[in-house]
C-alpha cells in the first residue's frame, strides 16, 4: 500500500487559497487518491477523489501531476469552518474490500 | 440514506466490564469498517468486513471483537480492556467493486475504560 506524507500542519487567514500537498511515491495503477476532512470529536467527511490531472467539486479541487506521485489539494478561500484535520489516502479496490490506511494528516488552522 | 449511524455515542466502563458498540448503515455498502482513533492522531483500521465475512484484522487484541450479525450491522465486542483503549471508535462503510472506493463514517462512539 502506498504510504503518504503530508505537513502536520498549516496556518492561513480567513479569504486566503490553501494548498496541501500529499506526496505518494509508491502509488499504484490502480490506486485513487482521496481527500478526507476532519473536525474534532467527529467522524472523517469526504471531501473529494481523483485518479489524474484535475477534480473540482463545489469545495475543492484535486490537482494530480502526470506520474502520480503527489497531489495537492486545494481549497479556495478558506474560512474559520474550514479549520479541520486534512487526510490524504491512497487506495485500490482488492475485489472484497478496499484496505485504506489513514497517513498523519495536515492539522489547517484558520485565522482572521 | 448516506448515513453511517453508531450507539452509544459515549460508553465509561471498567475494565472487568463486557459491552458492545453497534453500527448500522442503509447504503447497500457489503464491506464495512472498524478504525480506533486516539487524540490527535489519525484513524487506525482495526478490522475490516466484506459480505460478512472478516476480511482484514489489523492485529487486534481478542479483548475487541468483531461481529457482523447481517450487511447493515457491525458490532464490536469489548471484553477485560484496558485504560490505553480509550479512543474514539469509528465505524466506516464502502461499496464494494469498483475502483478508489469512498469511505462514509459514522460519528464515533467515545470510549473511557476505567
Known amino acids: 500500500l502506498a504510504k503518504t506524507t503530508q505537513p502536520i500542519s498549516m496556518d492561513s487567514y480567513e479569504g486566503q487559497e490553501v494548498n496541501i500537498t500529499c506526496s505518494h511515491n509508491?502509488?499504484?495503477?490502480?490506486?485513487?487518491i482521496t481527500w478526507y476532512q476532519q473536525f474534532p470529536s467527529q467522524g472523517p467527511r469526504f471531501i473529494i477523489q481523483?485518479?489524474?490531472t484535475k477534480v473540482t467539486n463545489e469545495v475543492a479541487s484535486l490537482f494530480i501531476p502526470a506520474d502520480r506521485k503527489s497531489s495537492t489539494l486545494s481549497l479556495p478561500r478558506v474560512s474559520l469552518s474550514d479549520t479541520a484535520v486534512y487526510y490524504c489516502?491512497?487506495?485500490?479496490?482488492?475485489?472484497?474490500?478496499?484496505?485504506?490506511?489513514f497517513g498523519t494528516g495536515t492539522r489547517l488552522q484558520v485565522t482572521l | 440514506d448516506t448515513e453511517v449511524t453508531q450507539t452509544p455515542k459515549h460508553l465509561v466502563m471498567g475494565m472487568t466490564n463486557k459491552k458492545s458498540l453497534k453500527c448500522e448503515q442503509h447504503?447497500?455498502?457489503?464491506?464495512m469498517y472498524w478504525y480506533k482513533q486516539k487524540a490527535k492522531k489519525p484513524p487506525e483500521l482495526m478490522f475490516v468486513?466484506?459480505?460478512?465475512?472478516?476480511?482484514i484484522n489489523e492485529s487486534v487484541p481478542s479483548r475487541f471483537s468483531p461481529e457482523c450479525p447481517n450487511s447493515s450491522l457491525l458490532n464490536l465486542h469489548l471484553h477485560a480492556l484496558q485504560p490505553e483503549d480509550s479512543a474514539l471508535y469509528l465505524c466506516?462503510?464502502?461499496?464494494?467493486?469498483?475502483?478508489?472506493?469512498?469511505?462514509?463514517f459514522g460519528e464515533g462512539s467515545w470510549l473511557t475504560v476505567v
Open positions: 489516502l491512497v487506495g485500490r479496490e482488492t475485489g472484497t474490500a478496499s484496505k485504506l490506511t
Open positions: 447504503m447497500g455498502h457489503r464491506a
Open positions: 481523483g485518479y489524474k
Open positions: 509508491n502509488i499504484a495503477t490502480n490506486d485513487y
Open positions: 468486513y466484506s459480505y460478512e465475512k472478516l476480511s
Open positions: 466506516a462503510s464502502t461499496p464494494v467493486g469498483g475502483a478508489g472506493n469512498t469511505i462514509y
